[in-house]
């Protein structure tokens, strides 16, 4: 196999290969290096590559393979590159969270995610490209390059998992972690035209830090496949001591679901996010064909959607007092985000906000007492350009990103679980993608589903070679 199939290989194939002895971690990595080398300066996904900690770690691996007689006694990606995302801790490696006066800041811890990612036998190519602190779902912060989309560099990757998306789809790292507090994992696997999987509330540890905006945002992967996002999931999910959500660990793996068929469900579909208007006629398109296939695989599907109207002002409170609490003084920060801290001054605000948000949340998660899955757009249109928004006053970019990305912050207000899938490309060759959310804590259903739904539909197939 040459270089360029390797590159875009889904990871789960890759680690058979090591694991067969076709190809060395250190050949892998040296792989994705050079395609970093390559092309990075064209997308903007890494804000740091740390090639010689990659190369080191890629050749105690190879070594380690030459060792061993049972090969399955290695953890599952053993050898296999990834990237970690730049709102995270990683031993040795920059933490900027998006902030370019941090970006010589070096961290000298691991977060557990990234703890558990290293144990699954990853190797770590660097820290991909996030918005600053993970506020906005573009990727363009203020002294870093902004993250372009490899399918049209024209226009945005998404955000906040912008830099992780734009990798993955550019073979650059076969899959990435993300994290989502609005769509962060799911606004850029739509525009990059990829899997990813925002789990519910309490599925991956945030530890060792603490949840600073009520349960909202989570780790998650992004990858290729479902099967590949699903191994991911595997990976990171767990409970750890102290974490003030959790949940029960399934009785099989998620990887074990994509490969069961689902029983016939009842699911709901909308374009309508009240009071937005509807989506674009491509967005629109792909939610009717999901819907479509879904029939056809024998499940009872219908129009219907909870209200989410009632949810924006909080929603919206909670988001802007998460600058607040990131505690960076609000002068190191784009004006943007200064204004989204001012806004956010007042505590009494932020509880009620809070309340507000409970209180909806139990009216969302209800609807699926009757439904078990519900297919939504990500957004309600397809990728802005790269600095489309850039000479906007921050109340009208605010705006812009709410009437953008509605159909995403109720599954991070209620804490259920959420999928994209990409369903096909619009006339200027962007992926578009849908979502589906399911019950609490049932990933298992969300997984079955999307895997058969893959298995419907044409994967968009990209090999960037030349840009």
């Given at each position: 196999?040459?270089?360029?199939?390797?590159?875009?290989t889904?990871?789960?194939?890759?680690?058979?290969?090591?694991?067969?002895?076709?190809?060395?971690?250190?050949?892998?990595?040296?792989v994705?290096?050079?395609?970093?080398?390559?092309?990075?300066?064209?997308?903007?996904?890494?804000?740091?590559?740390?090639?010689?900690?990659?190369?080191?770690?890629?050749?105690?691996?190879?070594?380690?393979l030459?060792?061993?007689?049972?090969?399955?006694?290695?953890?599952?990606?053993?050898?296999?590159?990834?990237?970690i995302?730049?709102?995270?801790?990683?031993?040795?490696?920059?933490?900027?969270?998006?902030?370019?006066?941090?970006?010589?800041?070096?961290?000298?811890?691991?977060?557990?995610?990234?703890?558990?990612?290293?144990?699954?036998?990853?190797?770590?190519?660097?820290?991909?490209?996030?918005?600053?602190?993970?506020?906005?779902?573009?990727?363009?912060?203020?002294?870093?390059?902004?993250?372009?989309?490899?399918?049209?560099?024209?226009?945005?990757?998404?955000?906040?998992?912008?830099?992780?998306?734009?990798?993955?789809?550019?073979?650059?790292?076969?899959?990435?972690?993300?994290?989502?507090?609005?769509?962060?994992?799911?606004?850029?696997?739509?525009?990059?035209?990829?899997?990813?999987?925002?789990?519910?509330?309490?599925?991956?540890?945030?530890?060792?830090?603490?949840?600073?905006?009520?349960?909202?945002?989570?780790?998650?992967?992004?990858?290729?496949?479902?099967?590949?996002?699903?191994?991911?999931?595997?990976?990171?999910?767990?409970?750890?001591?102290?974490?003030?959500?959790?949940?029960?660990?399934?009785?099989?793996?998620?990887?074990?679901?994509?490969?069961q068929?689902?029983?016939?469900?009842?699911?709901?579909?909308?374009?309508?996010?009240?009071?937005f208007?509807?989506?674009?006629i491509?967005?629109?398109?792909?939610?009717?064909?999901?819907?479509?296939?879904?029939?056809?695989?024998?499940?009872?599907?219908?129009?219907?959607?909870?209200?989410?109207q009632?949810?924006?002002?909080?929603?919206?409170?909670?988001?802007?007092?998460?600058i607040?609490?990131?505690?960076?003084?609000?002068?190191?920060?784009?004006p943007?985000?200064?204004?989204?801290?001012?806004?956010?001054?007042?505590?009494?605000?932020?509880?009620?906000?809070?309340?507000?948000m409970?209180?909806?949340?139990?009216?969302?998660?209800?609807?699926?007492?009757?439904?078990?899955?519900?297919?939504?757009?990500?957004?309600?249109?397809?990728?802005?350009?790269?600095?489309?928004?850039a000479?906007?006053?921050?109340?009208?970019?605010?705006?812009?990103?709410?009437?953008?990305?509605?159909?995403c912050?109720?599954?991070?207000?209620?804490?259920?679980?959420?999928?994209?899938?990409?369903?096909?490309?619009?006339?200027?060759?962007?992926?578009?993608?849908?979502?589906?959310?399911?019950?609490?804590?049932?990933?298992?259903?969300?997984i079955?589903?999307?895997?058969?739904?893959?298995?419907?539909?044409?994967?968009?197939?990209?090999?960037?070679?030349?840009?």
């Open positions: 196999m040459n270089s360029l199939d390797l590159a875009f889904p990871a789960l194939e890759l680690a058979k290969l090591i694991r067969d002895r076709q190809i060395s971690p250190l050949e892998l990595t040296q994705y290096l050079n395609r970093i080398q390559q092309y990075d300066s064209q997308l903007g996904s890494f804000f740091a590559i740390a090639g010689d900690m990659a190369m080191s770690d890629a050749k105690a691996k190879t070594e380690q030459a060792q061993t007689s049972d090969i399955n006694a290695l953890p599952p990606f053993f050898g296999v590159p990834t990237a995302k730049d709102l995270n801790a990683v031993a040795q490696m920059p933490l900027s969270y998006g902030i370019s006066v941090f970006r010589d800041n070096v961290a000298n811890y691991d977060d557990t995610v990234v703890t558990r990612i290293k144990k699954a036998g990853f190797i770590v190519l660097g820290k991909t490209a996030t918005s600053q602190l993970g506020s906005f779902p573009y990727t363009e912060p203020p002294g870093f390059p902004p993250t372009r989309n490899p399918w049209h560099r024209d226009y945005v990757a998404g955000g906040s998992s912008g830099g992780a998306a734009a990798a993955v789809a550019a073979g650059l790292c076969p899959i990435a972690q993300g994290s989502d507090g609005g769509g962060s994992i799911r606004i850029p696997a739509a525009c990059c035209g990829l899997v990813g999987i925002k789990p519910s509330r309490g599925r991956i540890s945030n530890a060792p830090v603490g949840d600073f905006q009520s349960g909202i945002s989570t780790h998650g992967p992004l990858g290729r496949t479902v099967a590949d996002a699903a191994a991911l999931l595997d990976v990171m999910a767990g409970y750890v001591t102290g974490d003030p959500y959790w949940l029960v660990s399934p009785e099989i793996s998620f990887l074990e679901a994509t490969r068929s689902s029983i016939p469900l009842k699911i709901a579909f909308s374009t309508q996010i009240y009071p208007p509807e989506p674009e491509v967005i629109k398109e792909a939610v009717y064909k999901t819907a479509k296939l879904l029939a056809e695989m024998g499940h009872e599907v219908e129009p219907d959607c909870p209200d989410f009632e949810l924006i002002n909080p929603f919206k409170q909670i988001w802007q007092a998460g607040l609490a990131a505690g960076v003084p609000l002068k190191v920060l784009s943007i985000n200064q204004w989204l801290g001012e806004q956010a001054k007042m505590t009494g605000k932020y509880l009620q906000a809070v309340h507000q409970q209180i909806i949340s139990r009216q969302i998660v209800a609807f699926f007492d009757r439904f078990d899955l519900l297919v939504l757009p990500v957004y309600l249109q397809q990728p802005i350009k790269v600095g489309e928004w000479n906007l006053s921050p109340e009208e970019v605010v705006e812009n990103i709410i009437k953008w990305i509605a159909p912050p109720p599954c991070n207000a209620s804490g259920l679980p959420g999928i994209t899938l990409s369903m096909g490309q619009d006339e200027k060759g962007l992926p578009v993608g849908v979502q589906l959310i399911g019950k609490p804590a049932d990933e298992l259903t969300l079955r589903v999307a895997a058969q739904l893959e298995q419907m539909t044409d994967r968009l197939s990209f090999k960037m070679n030349q840009l």
